[in-house]
């Protein structure tokens, strides 16, 4: 599978929004908190980078549609898997990093 314009758009509207219920439960959700929960794509040729508002956050394999964060801007992180881009629902984006959904309940 190779991820989709459509896919990495939706992909980009589930973080946002996961980032801005974050922000909501922590209490933090002013307007300045709010401008920089905002998702960007950045196309490459072999992975697509995912910043969160000035920052890179994730890198997502075009050939595959995996996401992975990142160790530095451009550099993905293969220890850093959070899954791909037809399981974007079985994770909470809303910290800074990914949990799946079953993690977090359990923790």
Same mark, same amino acid.
């Given at each position: 599978?190779? *991820? #989709?314009?459509?896919?990495? !758009?939706?992909?980009? *509207?589930? &973080? ?6 974050? &922000?909501? @439960?922590? @209490?933090?959700?002013? =307007? ?15 992975? #697509?980078? %995912?910043?969160? $508002? ?5 890198? %997502?394999?075009? =050939? !595959? $549609? @995996?996401?992975? $964060? ?13 899954? !791909? &881009?037809? #399981? ?14 079953? @993690?977090?309940?359990?923790?």
């Amino acid at each position: 599978m190779s *991820a #989709t314009q459509e896919q990495l !758009t939706a992909f980009a *509207a589930v &973080l946002e929004a996961g980032q801005l219920r974050g &922000l909501i @439960e922590r @209490e933090v959700n002013c =307007e300045c908190n709010r401008d920089n929960c905002k998702v960007k794509i950045v196309a490459g040729p072999k992975y #697509t980078k %995912v910043d969160i $508002g000035s920052s890179g956050r994730y890198m %997502v394999v075009n =050939e !595959t $549609g @995996e996401i992975f $964060g990142i160790k530095g801007y451009g550099v993905i992180h293969r220890g850093h898997r959070f899954g !791909t &881009l037809e #399981t974007i629902g079985d994770w909470d984006w809303s910290g800074y990093r990914a949990f799946r959904r079953q @993690e977090r309940k359990a923790a």
